[in-house]
């Protein structure tokens, strides 16, 4: 009996490398993290009528402040290249009449927007920064360095703003920048007190204090736990703020403090009460640009309110 060769066991094949782990760095993973709560708070914001509204309209107006030059002639605004008729009414030419120098009323409403939302956020981003900063540092340090800024910041609530902006005003001269500087000057203190009061909150709680006992830096505590925590009231408070350094700026056009060589709809306002439009009964000089300062002050204030509810909780469950 002969014996068949049998073959030999055939090899398992060689297992295939495994592709290295590709782990994500920390920054990799905080913005995934941000990317993760934008969407949701997209999701949540847009579920607020109110909120979207004030979107809306808000959009409109920066729409159309960016491509004003697109839509009307940037001559229409000088008094000297003005071909129109002083006070005419609304016609097929000119939209929203005319002024008593016979530039286009729809014209200036549509370059005032420009001027008046570059003073609104410009102002309102000097009145955050101060008044971030010095509601941040005394609610951290508190001591004595608390009371020394609750004080101050005490002292610019009790006085009036309007008469400390007019007093500033007079002596810095009615130029862009200075209004926009005074307006973020005078309004910081309410800013301070609602962060201040945020931040005494965050500071004794417990993973701050844990930090603290680690041996983390002041920078570190203020940077990583205090700011990042009164962050969403500093967001909410500003979208309101931009709402009141736009009515600041109207209220200084209209007692004559407004910048000369620009036009905003306080200026507008302002050069149709000198000429006597509301007695005459040149509405459509003088309503068009009240409407436009309601329009964004209500847009802003929308949005304001619907961030409040929706970066609150307790807000948010009712």
Request: hydrophobic content about 50%; glycine content about 8%; overall charge positive.
């Amino acid at each position: 009996m002969t014996m068949t060769p049998t073959a030999p066991p055939q090899q398992p094949p060689p297992p295939e490398p495994i592709p290295p782990i590709k782990i994500k760095g920390q920054r990799s993973i905080a913005w995934t993290r941000r990317k993760l709560a934008l969407k949701r708070f997209w999701a949540v914001y847009r579920r607020n009528a109110m909120g979207m509204a004030g979107l809306i309209i808000l959009v409109i107006i920066v729409v159309l402040a960016l491509i004003a030059p697109l839509i009307v002639d940037p001559t229409d605004l000088d008094p000297a290249l003005a071909q129109g008729i002083p006070f005419s009414p609304p016609s097929t030419e000119h939209f929203l009449g005319t002024d008593n120098f016979g530039r286009d009323v729809f014209a200036m409403v549509i370059f005032g927007a420009r001027i008046s939302l570059l003073v609104g956020l410009a102002a309102t981003l000097v009145t955050m920064v101060i008044g971030a900063g010095v509601g941040i540092y005394g609610g951290y340090y508190g001591g004595r360095i608390d009371s020394v800024l609750n004080a101050f910041t005490n002292w610019f609530l009790v006085i009036p703003w309007i008469a400390l902006a007019i007093v500033l005003t007079s002596l810095l001269g009615p130029s862009l920048f200075n209004i926009i500087m005074v307006i973020g000057i005078t309004s910081w203190a309410g800013t301070a007190r609602l962060v201040r009061a945020q931040a005494l909150s965050v500071r004794e709680r417990p993973y701050v204090e844990r930090s603290n006992a680690l041996g983390a830096s002041n920078w570190h505590m203020i940077t990583r736990h205090i700011l990042p925590n009164v962050f969403p009231v500093i967001f909410a408070n500003t979208v309101l703020t931009v709402a009141l350094s736009i009515l600041s700026e109207t209220t200084l056009a209209l007692l004559g403090l407004g910048d000369p060589n620009s036009i905003s709809w306080g200026t507008i306002i302002n050069e149709s009460f000198e000429a006597g439009a509301l007695s005459a009964g040149y509405w459509w000089w003088l309503i068009p640009p009240g409407i436009a300062i309601v329009l964004v002050t209500l847009s802003f204030t929308m949005c304001g309110f619907a961030l409040d509810e929706v970066m609150n909780p307790r807000l948010r469950k009712r």
